[in-house]
């Protein structure tokens, strides 16, 4: 469950439309939201609010967690904002700043568009860096945190031009009967309600084109568009196996989760372990 903690005064105006904006992942903008309005569940905020914590920061441990020490003042945060070359500018508006959340914005007022992109993404990834350590006790490195902001905002990017092409297609094509004594089962999914839900729909033929099998389902989810797709091709898989299915071909419209599981190389992000998943489920499908 989300913690939001509200703390921003209301009569302040910022441009809020400029974060809203950015071209990164829908559910970066909605942690760009929260942290801008300093409603992130840090220790220095729920000690605030009576919540009995550790309020000191879950990385160093050396001083109190608060937005500007997490994500800014941090030996961690401010080696990851040194190796994007953003280290002095974000020291000089710290030396400066009237309040957190005027620092926040006058550093995205000062930075190109495709830097205000890496910088979202690398606050994003510090927090879940933090929660990392915190809930898992895994310690992430300021290259790991950075590879992770770009991997995530590479794949999205990719993703979005995909699924532009895709609407926009050249030519239509039909559907084509799997060969005798082969399955076939067609996977598609798409994102609802300001990109939170996730839905999902299957079906499976055999080769006289008969209808087998029909599945549909939703998931509440902040995922990219490549893994959702690779939840959805996951999905089909196991309600293959599940039913006994042994020879299948799955066919889905978008082409980034086949190519990036025929690729030798497995990202270090969260599509990467959704890609393992998907291989493993595909070793177990029995051959016959």
Not at 142 to 151: E, G, L, V
Not at 242 to 258: A, I, Q, R, W, Y
Request: net charge neutral.
């Amino acid at each position: 469950m989300d913690l939001l903690l509200a703390v921003t005064p209301s009569h302040v105006s910022y441009n809020w439309k400029s974060l809203w904006s950015l071209k990164i992942p829908p559910r970066v903008c909605s942690f760009g939201w929260c942290f801008a309005h300093q409603c992130l569940p840090t220790r220095a905020n729920l000690t605030t609010r009576g919540i009995p914590c550790e309020d000191s920061c879950v990385s160093c441990e050396l001083l109190a967690e608060t937005h500007r020490h997490t994500f800014f003042v941090c030996s961690k945060a401010a080696d990851c904002w040194e190796k994007i070359g953003l280290g002095n500018l974000t020291h000089n508006l710290l030396l400066t700043a009237d309040n957190f959340t005027a620092t926040l914005f006058n550093l995205f007022d000062k930075l190109l568009l495709h830097h205000q992109h890496l910088a979202a993404m690398v606050l994003w990834s510090l927090s879940k860096s933090r929660n990392a350590k915190l809930w898992e006790a895994t310690d992430t490195s300021p290259n790991f945190i950075i590879s992770h902001a770009k991997d995530t905002l590479q794949e999205w990017s990719c993703m979005q031009r995909t699924k532009h092409q895709e609407q926009n297609p050249t030519h239509t094509s039909s559907w084509v009967k799997p060969p005798t004594g082969t399955l076939k089962g067609n996977v598609d999914a798409a994102m609802f309600d300001n990109n939170t839900i996730m839905g999902y729909g299957m079906c499976f033929r055999n080769s006289l084109g008969q209808l087998l099998l029909g599945k549909s389902g939703f998931l509440l989810s902040f995922s990219t568009v490549l893994e959702i797709e690779s939840i959805a091709l996951l999905e089909s898989i196991k309600t293959a196996i599940s039913n006994g299915m042994h020879t299948v071909l799955f066919e889905t419209d978008c082409k980034s989760p086949v190519n990036a599981l025929t690729s030798p190389v497995v990202p270090i992000s969260e599509f990467g372990n959704l890609e393992s998943n998907v291989v493993g489920c595909c070793l177990v499908i029995p051959t016959m």
